[in-house]
């Protein structure tokens, strides 16, 4: 069974950095794109970034470009958000997701549809 484990969330204050680790079990995701999430209170889950089965292309939400980075280790079997200089209306449930579909190399899905495997999700708090 596929399982998809999101880590290292928590309570931060504005400025400060935290990495979510997205851990998978059951498989390995190395030929498909993988993507971070979020979701606030009352709002619609977001796109955050996202990167490419090649690892070649990454994709970001404008909201956190230049902040957020995403990677993978070698083994494709973890991928991590860096989040760095936090902000309060980064505040959200984050998830990660995987896209079980064969695509090319340098497709970054971009909507939640387009996933096929979800994260529990893990709670990102920042303090102003």
């Known amino acids: 069974q596929v399982q998809l484990v999101e880590s290292g969330g928590g309570l931060v204050q504005a400025g400060g950095s935290l990495r979510l680790s997205c851990a998978a079990s059951?498989?390995?995701?190395?030929?498909?794109?993988m993507g971070w999430f979020r979701q606030a209170p009352g709002k619609e889950r977001e796109f955050v970034a996202g990167i490419s089965w090649s690892g070649s292309s990454t994709y970001y939400a404008d909201s956190v470009k230049g902040r957020f980075t995403i990677s993978e280790d070698n083994a494709r079997i973890t991928v991590y958000l860096q989040m760095n200089s936090l902000k309060p209306e980064d505040t959200a449930v984050y998830y990660c997701?995987?896209?079980?579909?064969?695509?090319?190399?340098?497709?970054?899905?971009?909507?939640?549809?387009?996933?096929?495997?979800w994260g529990q999700g893990t709670q990102v708090t920042v303090s102003s």
């Open positions: 059951g498989r390995t995701f190395s030929s498909y794109p």
């Open positions: 997701a995987a896209d079980d579909t064969l695509l090319s190399s340098d497709y970054v899905p971009l909507e939640p549809y387009e996933y096929d495997y």
